[in-house]
């Protein structure tokens, strides 16, 4: 009996895989033209489109943007973007917004293939159909341009589109965003935000073996391209509370002053993409995200922090000739310091950056090899000192700043650290 129950169970379960697996094609169209479509829906699938950083996606470095052909490291192997700009032979042109609709929101592409998750269509399954249907109109207004796919490099049987049936029947909730009944119409408008169209989980939710978002960890921090997208839980490190003024203020202009500047991706998340965002969207995210990390909570204890980081101002007086001191007060400390009673984001104090306090150096070595912002972009400028410091120096200085403006534990293995994340052009004697 038990043998039967088993056979037909697997039997389903076969069944069950491949009807997932057989998705029809949609017919193509002929290519809508621009005017078709209202201005006013055309400028909103802009402003979602900036939020959701498609073009961060979906443009190979130096290439036209929405052309695709962007290497996105899976952890298996790369999946390059494709094209989504309209063109009729290797775009997006002759999709219907049926079809594009069914890539939001099941991830299966107009002839029917299953597409990879490295394209969030789990979060995008989530935006309501006004934004689906500005997006298709946004793109198809788009400059058209010619660029074939390029071949993925996951390796056999990973590459197989009709194993991501599988795949979605364990890790895709399906589903349009479902609004807290308990919380108020902000709060929900940021989790939708959050959980849609800016699928800030997929940077800052730790993976599975399977490279699916880990649903017993949301928002807990994971490693992202060298550097480490810092949990947006009550497991973020900084040692000031992210309230929702902080979060707003870093969100709409990429500084707090009790938290740092934003470096690295997120530079680009927020100067390209929340930028067009308006102000009760960003103020939604920053209630949203102060609710999860429970700020409100660790309110009482925001003024000793503050004195013992406004305590650590001076704690370099003397040490001149301690290894790491001496960098740190060649090349940071006429920058990384204010005699103000409170920090100024323009001379952040280390002592309450979360890159500082984090379990991982990856955010502290990234930005002291590559900078933060540049000439001409928006907020305070860092330069990089990859060509100026060696992988030693830069450990010396990590162990020094880490044992002097934080209480934590000290990094392990440094240089290490520090050698992975550099730059193959950038290697010093």
């Known amino acids: 009996m038990l043998k039967r129950l088993l056979v037909a169970t697997v039997g389903l379960l076969l069944v069950g895989c491949v009807g997932l697996t057989w998705r029809s094609a949609m017919a193509p169209i002929a290519p809508p033209t621009a005017d078709s479509f209202e201005p006013a829906r055309v400028a909103l699938g802009g402003r979602l489109a900036a939020a959701g950083n498609c073009a961060g996606c979906h443009t190979a470095p130096g290439g036209p943007a929405y052309g695709g052909g962007l290497g996105l490291e899976t952890g298996f192997g790369l999946a390059f ?49 006004r934004d689906v249907q500005a997006l298709y109109a946004f793109f198809m207004t788009r400059r058209a341009v010619v660029a074939p796919d390029r071949v993925n490099t996951l390796p056999f049987p ?45 940077c800052h939710t730790p993976r599975n073996r399977a490279g699916a978002e880990r649903h017993d960890a949301p928002y807990a921090g994971a490693p992202y391209d060298g550097w480490q ?72 204890d925001a003024a000793s922090a503050l004195a013992r980081a406004a305590s650590r101002r001076g704690i370099d007086a003397g040490q001149e000739t301690t290894p790491g001191a001496n960098l740190y007060l060649a090349a940071c400390a006429s920058c990384h310091y204010s005699s103000a009673s409170r920090p100024q984001s323009a001379q952040a104090g280390l002592a309450l950056s979360t890159s500082v ?19 001409g972009t928006p907020g305070p400028y860092m330069p990089g000192f990859a060509a100026a410091l060696t992988d030693d120096d830069i450990a010396l200085l990590a162990a020094y700043v880490r044992r002097t403006r934080s209480d934590r534990s000290p990094w392990a293995d440094l240089p290490s650290a520090v050698a992975t994340r550099r730059p193959p052009s950038t290697h010093l004697p």
């Not at 909730?173 to 940021?190: L, M, Y």
């Not at 810092?230 to 900084?238: E, V």
């Not at 500047?261 to 102000?279: E, I, Q, S």
């Not at 306090?357 to 000439?375: K, W, Y």
Request: proline share 7%; with cysteine.
């Open 81 to 129: 973007s494709t094209n989504i700009s309209p063109d009729s032979a290797t775009g997006i042109g002759t999709w219907s917004e049926a079809a594009f609709a069914r890539a939001m929101r099941e991830g299966v592409s107009r002839d029917g293939s299953h597409l990879l998750p490295a394209f969030p269509y789990t979060h995008f399954a989530r935006l309501t159909d």
């Open 357 to 375: 306090t984090a379990d991982d150096p990856g955010n502290f070595i990234q930005t002291v090899l590559q900078g933060i912002g540049s000439a």
């Open 229 to 300: 997208a810092p949990a947006l839980s009550a497991a973020n490190p900084a040692p000031m509370p992210w309230t929702q003024q902080d979060l707003y203020d870093y969100l709409r202009t990429g500084e707090s002053a009790l938290h740092g500047v934003a470096a690295g991706a997120m530079a680009g998340v927020v100067h390209a993409g929340l930028v067009g965002l308006p102000d009760d969207d960003v103020q939604a995210l920053a209630r949203y995200f102060a609710d999860l990390n429970g700020s409100a909570a660790r309110a009482p």
């Open 158 to 202: 990973l590459n197989v589109r009709a194993l991501q049936a599988g795949w979605k029947l364990l890790y895709f909730d399906r589903g349009p965003f479902r609004p807290a009944p308990s919380k108020d119409e902000a709060w929900n408008r940021g989790a939708y935000l959050a959980e849609g169209i800016t699928h800030c989980a997929a």
